[in-house]
């Protein structure tokens, strides 16, 4: 059985984007694609349909990462009984898909952060900054996924 991942933010074209396309990235590079099921979901309806935010397609291109096919979807109430592990951005969007888990769900919700070596606690919102916010996020999310593979891949959650 894969373990299945899924990256939460809430336009779904910025944040949750790169998780997908960087922990794929990662996983890919270490030949476990047939291991994992990976997806991005937003708390937010806006952009449902939308591919990723231009300047989140460039910080991906620039990091060999390719995000260009990803169109966003909003969290379905299915995503809790299919996933394992469901990161949240940040403390917003934990908060929301923990008043959003179904009983009978048994996904483990947590923030990306959690696995940030540096420690921390959101993943900021860069949709109303400028260039470099998403190359500050992009460094951030990758620096957690990295670790999220580590732990995902020793057992350990
Ligand atoms: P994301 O960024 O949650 O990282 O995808 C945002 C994208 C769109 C909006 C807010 C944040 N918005 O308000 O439309």
Redesign the pocket.
């Known amino acids: 059985m894969p373990t299945r991942v899924l990256f939460v933010?809430?336009?779904?074209?910025?944040?949750?984007?790169l998780g997908e396309g960087i922990f794929r990235h990662l996983v890919d590079e270490a030949g476990l694609d047939a291991d994992f099921e990976i997806d991005s979901a937003?708390t937010?309806h806006?952009?449902v349909g939308s591919p990723p935010?231009p300047r989140a397609r460039d910080v991906a291109r620039r990091n060999g990462v390719d995000v260009e096919s990803l169109r966003g979807r909003q969290v379905s109430s299915d995503d809790f009984r299919r996933f394992d592990h469901i990161l949240a951005?940040d403390r917003q969007?934990l908060d929301e898909l923990l008043r959003r888990r179904p009983a009978d769900a048994d996904a483990d919700v947590r923030l990306l952060r959690a696995h940030d070596p540096e420690g921390g606690d959101d993943v900021p919102?860069?949709?109303?900054g400028g260039r470099s916010g998403f190359d500050d996020v992009y460094t951030m999310i990758e620096r957690c996924c990295r670790s999220l593979l580590g732990t995902l891949r020793s057992g350990a959650s």
């Open positions: 933010c809430l336009g779904n074209i910025c944040r949750s984007p937003g937010g806006w952009h935010d951005m969007n919102d860069p949709y109303y």
